[in-house]
């Protein structure tokens, strides 16, 4: 929490790959989500936001896929 009060990089907790989407400094988001993903690669993070126990209402998947 003090890094995103202060903005000082010096504060940045370790990286955990399993808080990416849901840090344990920040309140949990309303349950059931209703979610956009704008950048949707594996599905990693709906995977990762199931297993941290959020529910989907509803939610939308963007794949961008660049053709030469």
């Known amino acids: 929490m003090r890094f995103r009060v202060s903005g000082r990089f010096s504060l940045l907790p370790p990286y955990l790959k399993a808080q990416t989407c849901h840090p344990e400094d920040l309140p949990c988001w309303p349950n059931p989500l209703r979610f956009i993903d704008c950048g949707a690669y ?22 961008l896929s660049i053709r030469r």
Request: glycine share 10%; hydrophobic share 40%.
């Open 42 to 63: 594996t599905g990693n993070t709906l995977n990762d936001l199931e297993k941290a126990g959020y529910d989907f209402e509803a939610m939308k998947v963007i794949v």
